[in-house]
Nanobody
Framework: QVQLVESGGGLVQAGGSLRLSCAVS????????MGWFRQAPGKEREFVAA????????RYANSVKGRFTISRDNAKSTVYLQMNSLKPEDTAVYSC???????????????????WGQGTQVTVSS
């Protein structure tokens, strides 16, 4: 069983920063592509960022490009999402996902990811 444990969510003011972490166990981390998704109240889940197994391919949603950074540390079996210049519209439950994907794309559907974390709440106040 692959387990994903997220941490780092919280309440911040607009313009602030948060760093989300997702620790993976139960499978060789380097074999998994990793992605971050978010879902705000009343809205569908949307893609945020993804990184390939090798770490060489990275994709961002246009809404977060230039503000968020995804990275992975294979030695620690952890993927991160550094979020800077946060806006109230970034408020959502952020979920970490893992899958055996050969390539990551902004169009990769959430159904293509096999494993999910519990989600962590990010709230940005104005």
């Amino acid at each position: 069983q692959v387990q994903l444990v997220e941490s780092g969510g919280g309440l911040v003011q607009a313009g602030g920063s948060l760093r989300l972490s997702c620790a993976v166990s139960g499978r060789t981390f380097s074999s998994l592509a990793m992605g971050w998704f978010r879902q705000a109240p009343g809205k569908e889940r949307e893609f945020v960022a993804a990184v390939s197994r090798s770490g060489t391919s990275i994709r961002y949603a246009n809404s977060v490009k230039g503000r968020f950074t995804i990275s992975r540390d294979n030695a620690k079996s952890t993927v991160y999402l550094q979020m800077n210049s946060l806006k109230p519209e970034d408020t959502a439950v952020y979920s970490c996902a893992a899958g055996n994907l050969a390539y990551v794309s902004v169009d990769t559907r959430s159904e293509q990811y096999d494993y999910w974390g519990q989600g962590t709440q990010v709230t940005v106040s104005s």
